[in-house]
Nanobody, 118 residues
């Protein structure tokens, strides 16, 4: 079955950087649109960044200019480079893979905690 495994979360000071990774197994990675979502305590899950199978990207306004999403199809992995981190970036970050008509195939990772605090 399809598995998504995130890594790279942790505790970082404001202004610092982290790089998240999400590795897929069990399917053909290159056909999936990939996204990084985040959920802060008491808030709804929101899209932070996404990259299509063709490589087009889009970002939430709150992370534009600070976060960069990329993918390596040879390694079946999507990345999220997060720079200039702020306390409000604190959340559990989830990787999502979507393919098929209307995103009929959708898979989630288990999430990785990112905490931005001094």
């Amino acid at each position: 079955q399809v598995q998504l495994v995130e890594s790279g979360g942790g505790l970082v000071q404001p202004g610092g950087s982290l790089r998240l990774s999400c590795a897929m197994s069990g399917s053909i990675f290159r056909i999936y649109d990939m996204g990084w979502y985040r959920q802060a305590p008491g808030k709804q899950r929101e899209l932070a960044a996404a990259i299509t199978a063709g490589g087009s990207t889009n970002y939430a306004d709150s992370v534009k200019g600070r976060f960069t999403i990329s993918r390596d199809n040879a390694k079946n992995t999507v990345f999220l480079q997060m720079n200039s981190l702020k306390p409000e970036d604190t959340a559990v970050y989830y990787c999502n893979a979507k393919a098929g008509l209307g995103g009929a195939w959708s898979y989630w990772g288990q999430g990785t905690q990112v905490t931005v605090s001094s």
